[in-house]
């Protein structure tokens, strides 16, 4: 049996100021319509589906990266003037971590969604 993430909707105030955002930060083409979303793709064919509403409850999503990507988003974020943390309760500003051997960042989009960046995903079942 295979199980892959295919899409998630993501709920936003402005679809248009969030797409671009997130693929700006990520590198990635322009977003593109599909019915009443705005789509950005991701390279292992998953999708984040950005769909406006007036009342947004923020989500995480984390991605994982390259070492080479993650020098050139955190750039990114930083010329952005995008705040970011260490750690996802926001207490380590200004700073990345080191888990498990890689680097990592947390930094909010337009919506209050919290995003991160990896380098090596995070062990699963122990």
Known sequence: MTVQL????????DQQRSS?????????????????FLVVGLDNGAS??????EEVQPQHYAFL????DFDVMFARIREAGVGYWADPARERPGQINDYHGGRGVYFDDPDGHLLEL??????VGG
């Not at 990266?65 to 080479?68: D, H, I, R």
């Not at 990896?118 to 062990?123: A, D, F, H, I, M």
Request: charged content about 20%.
């Open 65 to 68: 990266v390259g070492e080479e």
């Open 6 to 13: 295919d899409h998630t909707i993501v709920w936003c105030r």
């Open 20 to 36: 671009d955002f997130l693929s700006h930060i990520l590198g990635r083409p322009q977003p593109i319509r599909f019915g009443p």
């Open 48 to 53: 984040l589906d950005f769909y406006q509403q």
């Open 118 to 123: 990896l380098t090596r995903p995070y062990p």
